[in-house]
């Protein structure tokens, strides 16, 4: 999958930033052979773009860019403020069925999570994590789907929170997946729905109210 603009103003562009390409540039910049959305945008665009968040290299999805210095600034105070809803989508191992109804009701999962090398852990000197989960449905092989929204903006958050309650997303070894990912290269996490409404401003930067992408996989009805 190439990265593609999914919406574009003279404020603002999100682009579809498929999974195994880095948001912006590693710490050895042009050396690393690895795509980058961000500077494949900029060529795009032929103009000076800012980048106002980030998706790990592994995860798939909406990824939004500022095209002037007013709109990065209203942006980085958006996501700072936690007023831009991320919704993920994540592929995991079948729920039993006995644990489908509850799971099927919104969650907030907490814990206080620490970055380390490669992995995040908890610790009671950790940073507060907060993530509302949905159980949503099942893929034709009857994988789970989930709806995750990071409420706190943790590294490996939602990742390290699945494979906490016991279901690692599909492909992340990291985390305890002995599953294949369907979304390769990667892991089966997605950023497919990004709310602005409670944008303080949004619609002076002529941005929707939401985006979103298809789903992953098809659901099973």
Request: proline residues 5%.
């Amino acid at each position: 999958m190439l990265i593609s603009i999914v919406f574009q103003n003279s404020q603002f562009a999100v682009v579809h930033k498929p999974a195994g390409t880095l948001s912006v540039p590693s710490r050895i910049g042009l050396k690393d052979p690895r795509p980058v959305a961000g500077l494949w945008l900029q060529d795009h665009l032929a103009k000076k773009i800012y980048p106002v968040h980030r998706l790990d290299e592994d995860v798939s999805g909406l990824l939004l860019f500022a095209l002037t210095a007013e709109a990065a600034s209203a942006g980085n105070k958006w996501f700072e403020s936690h007023q831009i809803v991320k919704t993920y989508e994540a592929i995991s191992i079948p729920v039993p069925d006995e644990d489908r109804k509850r799971l099927e009701q919104v969650h907030t999962w907490e814990c206080r999570l620490m970055r380390g090398k490669k992995r995040a852990y908890e610790a009671s000197f950790g940073k507060p994590s907060v993530t509302k989960s949905k159980l949503v449905g099942a893929t034709d092989d009857e994988r789970s789907i989930w709806h995750l929204q990071p409420i706190t903006g943790r590294a490996h958050q939602l990742r390290y929170e699945m494979s906490r309650h016991g279901f690692p997303i599909d492909g992340d070894d990291l985390y305890g997946s002995k599953s294949a990912a369907k979304n390769t290269p990667g892991i089966d996490l997605c950023a497919f729905h990004l709310n602005f409404s409670q944008c303080t401003n949004h619609s002076n930067f002529n941005i929707p109210d939401t985006l979103e992408l298809s789903s992953l996989v098809k659901n099973k009805s």
